[in-house]
């Protein structure tokens, strides 16, 4: 079966980075797009970056423009987040998503979440 896993979260100071990384593995064809939802304490969940393999486009949220860059690496099934100069506002918890196309079924993308990786920003 196919599985995502990220990691990378941690404590840090305002200012400071951290580089999270997602991992899909298993019966997988091809992935269609990778990315991080967020979900801080009592805040609803956002969308912060993802990377649509198709079209090599990435996309991201407002709040985090000029200072999260998501990539791919070569092996093409992990997507990796660097994050520089973190806010307080930056700390939730980050789920990894991928939606990929299956062998055998492609053609009927599916989509999978991640555990979870704590990011707190704090001094």
């Known amino acids: 079966q196919v599985q995502v896993v990220e990691s990378g979260g941690g404590l840090v100071q305002p200012g400071g980075s951290l580089r999270l990384s997602c991992t899909a593995s298993?019966?997988?064809?091809?992935?269609?797009?990778m990315g991080w939802y967020r979900q801080g304490s009592g805040k609803e969940r956002e969308l912060v970056a993802e990377f649509l393999s198709t079209a090599a486009r990435a996309n991201y949220a407002d709040s985090v423009k000029g200072r999260f860059t998501i990539s791919r690496d070569n092996s093409k099934d992990t997507v990796y987040l660097q994050m520089n100069s973190l806010k307080a506002e930056d700390t939730a918890v980050y789920y990894c998503?991928?939606?990929?196309?299956?062998?055998?079924?492609?053609?009927?993308?599916?989509?999978?979440w991640g555990q979870g990786t704590q990011v707190t920003v704090s001094s």
């Open positions: 298993g019966r997988i064809a091809t992935i269609n797009v």
């Open positions: 998503f991928a939606e990929v196309g299956l062998w055998g079924m492609a053609e009927n993308p599916q989509h999978y």
